[in-house]
Each structure stands twice: as structure tokens, then as C-alpha cells.
T-cell receptor, first 111, second 114 residues
């Protein structure tokens, strides 16, 4: 089956940039996603990138995709305490209607 | 435009009981997927419905079932509840459920089995 790997924890100081990394195994992935989950809440779609793109920027968020290495990253510029949450990487693979998720990266932002 | 609505938000049930959770997708979306989220196992795929048909199923026992109605609303049912079924149950809706569409999640139903 498809595997998606992420580091579990990341701590940064407010105002710094955060970079969350993810690796995946399914080379047929069409879309790769980043979701955010705050305590007690569902998953919020932050951004996504189509597999034929290398980079996508959306305000403070930059997604980089290295398809050769199957590596995806999410950079959050000027990280704020409100960005503290769990961030999930997910890939839309070969199975209709199903996303494959990593275990999530807990981002903690210190003031 | 209304988002994905899951009801109820919280549930407490006892072992052996059954439970039904509901998910109303975004208007115009025809695919609904269900996931179970636990601290130990992360997000696990339960099943996906499209136009009232189950297209895919994850690796869960037969106690977990679902259905989709003609208006795309979906329900999932868990029978003979076990303590290990305590989890956050999330549903996601997308237009077609293929790999070319965005999936939006509801707030989840927090099920506690005692």
C-alpha cells in the first residue's frame, strides 16, 4: 500500500519560518495535499499541489514538490502562535475516493 | 456555501450498543469518504461512497458499515461497539472522488465507548 511519512514534531519561534517535510511512495499520485488540524477540530485543507508542478505559493504558504525523490514540503513564512496545530500530508493515489495520510507533524510555535 | 456537516459532534455509548453517524456533504459533491482517527493508528480509511454505491472499503471488520442516499448524504453505522472504537470519525466530501479533486472534511464526530 501507499506510505506517507512525516516527522512527528517541530518547534519554532514566532516570526521564524517553519518547514514541514513529507515523503510518499506512490509515484502515480496526482495531487498532494496539506491539511491542518487544530485541537478538537476536523481537517482543514490548507493547500495542494498537482503532481506536474514543482512549487506552489499561497500567501504565507509555499509547497515544494520533488517528484523524483517523492518529497513534499510545506513552508510557513512568519509563523504565528495561531499556526500551532497538527499538519498532515496526504496523497491522492490510485484508489478512488481515498487519501493516504501521514501521521501528522505537531507544530509548536513559541512566542 | 455550507461546508461538510457531521452530526452529532459528540457521542457516548456503552459496549455492545450500536451507533449511527451522519455526514452531509457540500452541495454538488457526490463522493463521501469516512475515516477513523485515533492517537495510536492515525487516520484510517473506512469506506467511500459515490452516487449511492460503495466504491472502496478499508480494512475494518464488518461491524462497520455505511450507506449513501440519493441526496449524497451518508451515514455510517457501527454495531456491537467495542472500547477500541472510541475515536474521532471524519467524513470528507469531494465532487467526484477521483484523484483530481479537493477533499473537504467535516468537524468530525467524537465517539466515546465506555
Amino acid at each position: 500500500g501507499e506510505d506517507v511519512e512525516q516527522s512527528l514534531f517541530l518547534s519554532v519561534r514566532e516570526g521564524d519560518s517553519s518547514v514541514i517535510n513529507c515523503t510518499y511512495t506512490d509515484s502515480s499520485s496526482t495531487y498532494l495535499y496539506w491539511y491542518k488540524q487544530e485541537p478538537g477540530a476536523g481537517l482543514q485543507l490548507l493547500t495542494y499541489i498537482f503532481s506536474n508542478m514543482d512549487m506552489k505559493q499561497d500567501q504565507r504558504l509555499t509547497v515544494l514538490l520533488n517528484k523524483k525523490d517523492k518529497h513534499l514540503s510545506l513552508r510557513i513564512a512568519d509563523t504565528q502562535t495561531g499556526d500551532s496545530a497538527i499538519y498532515f500530508c496526504a496523497e491522492g493515489g490510485s484508489t478512488l475516493g481515498r487519501l493516504y495520510f501521514g501521521r501528522g507533524t505537531q507544530l509548536t510555535v513559541w512566542p | 456555501k455550507a461546508g461538510v456537516t457531521q452530526t452529532p459532534r459528540y457521542l457516548i455509548k456503552t459496549r455492545g450498543q450500536q451507533v449511527t453517524l451522519s455526514c452531509s456533504p457540500i452541495s454538488g459533491h457526490r463522493s463521501v469518504s469516512w475515516y477513523q482517527q485515533t492517537p495510536g493508528q492515525g487516520l484510517q480509511f473506512l469506506f467511500e461512497y459515490f452516487s449511492e454505491t460503495q466504491r472502496n472499503k478499508g480494512n475494518f471488520p464488518g461491524r462497520f458499515s455505511g450507506r449513501q442516499f440519493s441526496n449524497s448524504r451518508s451515514e455510517m453505522n457501527v454495531s456491537t461497539l467495542e472500547l477500541g472504537d472510541s475515536a474521532l470519525y471524519l467524513c470528507a466530501s469531494s465532487r467526484e472522488g477521483d484523484t483530481n479533486t479537493e477533499a473537504f472534511f467535516g468537524q468530525g464526530t467524537r465517539l466515546t465507548v465506555v
